[in-house]
């Protein structure tokens, strides 16, 4: 027999990992992407498939945007000589405008900014952040509500158009 030669390589325009409690936490406002700074074990850990963002939120520090909460689990193969901190804060690499930008608009009540996705562009791992402010509970169930009534709506035109 012949054994079949599958690469299980996620590289090129994948999504890594996704913040799916972002969306219902928070009403999500100024979208924009940036790059990460990753040490050699954090990006092999990332080809792996072991990153999380799920309590990912992004802090300004003396004019420069660190994400905190990213949890990049490592390999035992890749960081054998190595001290390695999975939780550590990592530098976004982003414009001094969007900084300041972004700065001034967390300084308000409320604000915060959130990381919502880690996905390869090219070579190169980005993350999505946005600004986002907490939702209240009753907005919560509104939303959940509206997207219930989309689901519904969606599948009553499909049964109509048969």
């Not at 000589?81 to 608009?105: N, Q």
């Not at 409320?110 to 402010?133: N, P, Q, S």
Request: aromatic share 6%.
């Amino acid at each position: 027999m012949a054994k079949s030669n599958k690469k299980t390589k996620k590289s090129t325009g994948s999504s890594i990992c996704k913040n799916r409690r972002a969306s219902h936490d928070y009403l999500l406002d100024d979208k924009t992407e940036c790059g990460l700074s990753l040490l050699g074990w954090e990006v092999k850990s990332i080809r792996a498939g072991k990153a999380q963002l799920s309590e990912a939120y992004v802090i300004i520090h003396q004019g420069e945007a660190y994400l905190h909460g990213a949890h990049i689990t490592p390999l035992n193969t890749a960081s054998t000589h190595v001290i390695c901190d999975p939780t550590r804060k990592r530098k976004l690499l982003l414009k001094r405008k969007e900084i300041d930008k972004f700065e001034m608009a967390s300084n308000a009540k409320g604000y915060t900014l959130v990381a919502l996705e880690m996905y390869w562009k090219g070579h190169h791992v980005k993350c999505k952040i946005a600004l986002g402010k907490g939702k209240q509970a009753h907005d919560k169930r509104e939303a959940d509500k509206q997207k219930d009534w989309n689901k519904q709506k969606e599948s009553i035109m499909k049964k109509n158009f048969r």
